[in-house]
């Protein structure tokens, strides 16, 4: 008696475990894909703040080796009077925006300004470009000395040759340039920041603006920041800090760490002097 012939097609036992192998297929490549994805961010982001890093030097070198000012003091350059002028970029009262003192050394600073892992509310004033704050305190000498008026032209990247004092640092002084951060990715409680501030600061800037000017651990736990000197690193501690040990929760909860944090517990990574 012959026996009867299979039609073709799965059990409905085989067709589970083609489901069960699909699903456990997509379970191990779609991380793979969100860990790549996240690399090549990163990438993108290091790439940034390495434009961003010659573009601060070759400032630099033409501006007697003074690095750029976070803010052009003396001018009407608060955050709520439209008019303002800080180093990434000029947004003036009618809305519009013009480069700031890193754009003119900087291919395409629409991508360049934008770190690529953040996705977040614009950090200030409507800056249209977020994502990365520069080191305030110490390299770009926050609240040391006003700058003046511009000399003769609307170009405010070149001040009055009768300003006292400095703006910055000048390169000269900066001996640690292989430790000391210059840019990386701005991020508080809040969102991004554009200014850089230490655990201990230069300038006469409460505890609170400290808190706002962390750094940002968007990477799978890490962050990026350049050198001095150009190149980039990336690091996985995010700091408290050591000074804010005796502060209130309420006030270091700006930092919102450890998701955000600083890059030592003291101001090694921020004074290059």
């Known amino acids: 008696m012959s026996r009867p012939h299979r039609q073709g097609g799965f059990t409905l036992i085989e067709l589970m475990v083609v489901i069960c192998i699909i699903a456990l297929l997509l379970g191990l490549l779609i991380p793979a894909i969100g860990r790549m994805s996240n690399h090549a961010m990163g990438t993108h982001c290091m790439n940034n703040l390495r434009t961003m890093a010659r573009a601060a030097t070759l400032y630099a070198i033409e501006h007697d080796a003074q690095f750029p000012p976070a803010l052009l003091h003396g001018l009407d350059d608060d955050a709520n009077s439209g008019d303002v002028r800080a180093w990434d970029y000029w947004k003036r009262p009618d809305g519009t925006v013009r480069p700031g003192l890193l754009w003119t050394y900087a291919d395409k600073p629409d991508k360049t300004l934008q770190c690529p892992g953040y996705e977040g509310p614009s950090n200030w004033n409507g800056d249209p470009y977020t994502g990365y704050n520069y080191n305030t305190a110490f390299i770009a000498a926050e609240g040391r000395t006003p700058w003046g008026q511009p000399g003769g032209s609307e170009d405010f990247l070149i001040p009055k040759d009768n ?92 930092i919102d760490w450890p998701r955000n944090g600083f890059l030592s517990e003291d101001a090694v990574r921020y004074d290059p002097r």
């Not at 554009?194 to 706002?212: I, T």
Request: net charge positive; hydrophobic share 30%; proline share 4%.
């Open 163 to 254: 300003l006292d004092g400095k703006t910055s640092l000048g390169m000269a002084e900066c001996r640690r340039t292989g430790t000391t951060a210059l840019f990386g990715i701005g991020s508080w409680k809040n969102g991004a920041n554009k200014f850089m501030r230490s655990p201990v600061n230069a300038s006469p800037q409460d505890m609170s603006l400290a808190c706002a000017g962390t750094q940002g651990f968007h990477y799978s736990g890490t962050t990026n920041f350049a050198c001095i000197d150009g190149h980039v690193e990336r690091l996985s501690t995010p700091f408290r800090g050591r000074e804010f040990d005796s502060l209130p929760t309420s006030l270091t909860s700006l």
